[in-house]
C-alpha cells in the first residue's frame, strides 16, 4: 500500500434533505478520491453542502437525508483487506467503522464533547466501549498518551469542558478522535470559532500528528485562505457539486474557476502576496431549486449562454491533466483559450462597480 494509494473513493456521490417545502438536493454527483497521508480540504460557502458529504462519509445523516446515488469506497491500509463498500455497512459495522477507520471532529468542539464528562471520562469511554481488552491501567495510560500527544498536560484529564479554553477543547476533541487510531479523520470547522493565533496552532498541530501518526484528514472550511495553510488538495464546492479540484499547487498560482476566484479574493492571506478583499457578488441559490445549467451562473461575471442551459462536466482543461474545472470557459466546445487571471479579475472587478452603483 503505497502512500498515494486511495484511502476513500467517493464516486458520483448525491444526497437529498426531504422537507414540507421540497427537497433539497444538497450534495449532487460528487466524486473526490481521499490519497493515504493527504490533507482533502473542503471549501465553500455556507450552505454548499461541506457538512452533509461529511455526515454521509461517516453514515451519520439526520433521518429526513437520504443518499439517492453513488458509492463510497474505503480502502483499509492493512495488507491484504479487502475494500470496504461503506454504503453496504450494518449499524453493527459502522459503530467499529466510526471509530476505528474513520473518525469526525464537528464543526463545534464545545458541541462534540459531552460537557457533564471529564475529557479522561471520555476518552475512557470509547477505549472501554471498542477495546475491552484492555485493563482499566492501560486505559488510563492510553488517556495520558492521546492528551500529551495533541499537547494538553496530563492534569487535565480531570477537567470538564467548560473548565477549557476554546483550543484545548478543540484538541480534546481531536484526541478523542485519535483514541483509536482511525485512518482517516474528517474535521468540519475545527478552528472556527478560535483566534487567528489558536487556529494556526491547531493547524501546524494537525500537520504534526499527521506526520507522526499517517493518517488522511479532510479537512472542511468556509476560508479557502487557512486551506492554503494546511492542504495537499482542495475541492471546492459550490451549490452540492464540486466547482474546482486542485492540488495545492495549482490553487496557491491561481484559481481556475471563476467562483474559486471570487472565493480566494474574499479572505485576506494569511501568507503571500495580499489580494484586495472582494467577495462575490449575490447569495448562494436555494437548493430546493438550483439555478438549471451552472447553478453559479447568475453570480458569475463571466457567464455567457451555454452556462444558462448545461451543467459543466468537471474536468481538466484541454491539454492538462490539473486541475479539474466544472465550468463552460474551459470547454473548447465554447470558448478557443482558457480565461487568463487578468480576465477573471477585471470581470470582477467590472461586477463589483455595477453593484456599487446600482
Ligand atoms: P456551513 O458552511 O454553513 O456549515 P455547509 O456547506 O456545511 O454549510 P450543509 O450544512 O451541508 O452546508 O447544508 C447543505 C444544504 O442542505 C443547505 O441548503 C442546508 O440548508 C440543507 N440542510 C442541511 N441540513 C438539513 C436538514 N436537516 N434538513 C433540510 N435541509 C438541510
Ligand atoms: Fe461562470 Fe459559466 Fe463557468 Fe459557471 S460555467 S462558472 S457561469 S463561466
Ligand atoms: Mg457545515
Request: contains cysteine; aromatic residues 6%; negative net charge.
Amino acid at each position: 500500500m503505497t502512500k498515494d494509494s486511495p484511502a476513500l473513493d467517493i464516486r458520483h456521490l448525491s444526497v437529498d434533505y426531504h422537507s414540507e417545502s421540497g427537497t433539497v438536493h444538497a450534495v449532487a454527483d460528487v466524486s473526490l478520491t481521499l490519497r493515504r497521508g493527504e490533507v482533502l480540504g473542503l471549501a465553500g460557502e455556507s450552505g454548499s453542502g461541506k457538512s452533509t458529504l461529511a455526515y454521509a462519509l461517516a453514515r451519520l445523516l439526520p433521518t429526513v437525508a437520504s443518499i439517492t446515488a453513488g458509492e463510497i469506497i474505503y480502502a483499509p491500509a492493512v495488507a491484504g483487506s479487502e475494500p470496504v463498500d461503506v454504503l453496504k455497512l450494518t449499524e453493527r459495522q459502522l459503530r467499529a467503522f466510526r471509530w476505528a477507520d474513520l473518525a469526525v471532529v464537528f464543526q463545534s468542539a464545545m458541541n462534540s464533547l459531552n460537557p457533564v464528562m471529564t475529557v479522561g471520562a471520555q476518552i475512557d469511554d470509547v477505549l472501554r466501549t471498542h477495546q475491552s481488552e484492555l485493563s482499566r491501567q492501560e486505559r488510563a495510560a492510553r488517556a495520558a498518551e492521546l492528551l500529551k500527544l495533541v499537547g494538553i498536560a496530563q492534569d487535565r484529564l480531570h477537567s470538564f469542558p467548560h473548565e477549557l479554553s476554546g483550543g484545548m477543547r478543540q484538541r480534546a476533541a481531536i484526541a478523542i478522535a485519535l483514541a483509536l487510531s482511525p485512518e482517516i479523520i474528517i474535521m468540519d470547522e475545527p478552528t472556527t470559532a478560535l483566534d487567528v493565533v489558536v487556529q494556526h496552532e491547531i493547524l501546524t498541530e494537525i500537520l504534526r500528528l499527521r506526520q507522526q501518526l499517517g493518517f488522511s484528514v479532510i479537512f472542511i472550511t468556509h476560508d479557502l485562505s487557512l486551506l492554503l495553510e494546511i492542504a495537499d488538495s482542495i475541492a471546492i464546492m459550490y451549490a452540492g457539486r464540486i466547482a474546482e479540484l486542485a492540488t495545492y499547487d495549482d490553487l496557491r498560482t491561481r484559481a481556475a474557476h471563476p467562483y474559486s476566484y471570487g472565493l480566494l479574493s474574499s479572505f485576506p492571506r494569511l501568507r503571500g502576496p495580499r489580494a484586495v478583499a472582494s467577495g462575490i457578488p449575490g447569495t448562494p441559490p436555494d437548493l430546493r431549486a438550483a439555478p438549471p445549467g451552472c447553478a453559479f451562473h447568475p453570480r458569475c461575471p463571466l457567464a455567457f449562454a451555454p452556462c444558462m442551459s448545461e451543467v459543466p462536466v468537471l474536468q481538466p482543461p484541454p491539454g492538462t491533466i490539473s486541475p479539474l474545472v466544472a465550468c463552460h470557459l474551459y470547454d473548447p466546445r465554447f470558448r478557443a483559450t482558457p480565461p487568463t487571471t487578468s480576465e477573471l479579475a477585471s470581470a470582477y472587478a467590472t461586477a463589483a462597480q455595477r453593484e456599487s452603483q446600482a
